[in-house]
């Protein structure tokens, strides 16, 4: 099992920043990409960036030049910097972990609980 707790939410005013982190913790297994996803109220929930083991990143073309995604892969610790924000990047965001369990080699998505993201106009 991978536990995932994000922290940096919070509410700020539109062209301000926010850093989010998630670590990941728990034991058997490796970790192969880590990820911030988001679900606004009434849609689906959608990718925001990722970042795979050898340090490749995606992102949403909606977050590409304003957000930059990152990893400290001794801590198993993933970090999203958020500029120039809009109130259209209101949403919870949600953490992800792309794992494999070392004994049973099954691959699986983690999830975390979430965390807020509010941008005033």
């Known amino acids: 099992q991978v536990q995932l707790v994000e922290s940096g939410g919070g509410l700020v005013q539109a062209g301000g920043s926010l850093r989010l982190s998630c670590a990941a913790s728990?034991?058997?297994?490796?970790?192969?990409?880590m990820g911030w996803y988001r679900q606004a109220p009434g849609k689906q929930r959608e990718l925001v960036a990722t970042?795979?083991?050898?340090?490749?990143?995606n992102y949403a073309d909606s977050v590409k030049g304003r957000f930059t995604i990152s990893r400290d892969n001794a801590k198993n610790t993933v970090y999203l910097q958020m500029n120039t924000l809009k109130p259209e990047d209101t949403a919870r965001y949600y953490c992800?972990?792309?794992?494999?369990?070392?004994?049973?080699?099954?691959?699986?998505?983690?999830w975390g609980q979430g965390t807020q993201v509010t941008v005033s106009s």
């Open positions: 728990g034991t058997t297994f490796r970790i192969n990409a």
């Open positions: 992800n972990a792309r794992a494999t369990d070392i004994w049973s080699k099954v691959e699986r998505d983690y």
């Open positions: 970042i795979n083991n050898g340090g490749s990143t």
